[in-house]
């Protein structure tokens, strides 16, 4: 995959991602992306943010009178446009949806990604990021390098294959609260 993230363009196509879960952690994006992109706090009406049996991450589902708090990442080339999409793996779908940033109230339609499974079993409570950082950010990070690592390879593994065989391998069963 060579020329990701390298030069853009005039004609380049930029998207603003709103981001919810592991993508708020400075260190997971650089993983991913090489860079930081600028971003905004933003807040996503009528979702709700849950934790997922057996994974570290969040998903978010429509839920009336409930909001969930994130960040919008800005200026997403096509390039990283297609890395958070194979990162995201097909357990989400990229929709558009609109989020109010908190800075200036302005309300924006953005990408973000939404549970696939809508009636999944396995969605519960509430996901914490602060949790997420004490317990999990840093073997999510190595977790995160070694997808990238997987990407750049013909046949390589999905996001979630590679999320399975990262914890086995550590003999990590995530902590689920």
């Known amino acids: 995959m060579s020329g990701i993230g390298s030069g853009l363009s005039q004609s380049q196509n930029l998207h603003n991602v709103f981001v919810y879960g592991s993508l708020m952690a ?6 991913l992306l090489n860079r930081v992109p600028g971003s905004s706090f933003a807040s996503l009406n009528g979702f709700h943010r849950f934790s997922i049996k057996g994974r570290v991450y969040p998903a978010i ?3 009336e009178s409930k909001k969930v708090a994130g ?3 800005k200026d997403i080339t096509d390039p990283e446009l297609y890395i958070l999409d194979e990162f995201e793996d097909v357990e989400y779908e990229r929709r558009t949806v609109e989020v109010s940033l908190l800075d200036s109230s302005e309300n924006l339609p953005v990408h973000a990604y939404v549970w696939a499974d809508k009636d999944d079993p396995n969605l519960y409570g509430e996901w914490d990021f602060e949790e ?6 840093d073997d999510f990070v190595k977790m995160t390098a070694g997808f990238m690592e997987e990407l750049e390879v013909p046949e390589s593994k999905s996001r979630v294959a590679t999320y399975e065989s990262f914890y086995d391998q550590n003999g990590d069963n995530p902590q689920e609260s």
Do not use: E, G, S, T
């Open 132 to 137: 997420w950082k004490r317990v999990h950010k």
């Open 61 to 63: 589902l429509p839920v």
């Open 71 to 73: 960040r919008v990442l």
């Open 26 to 31: 400075d260190d997971v994006v650089r993983a």
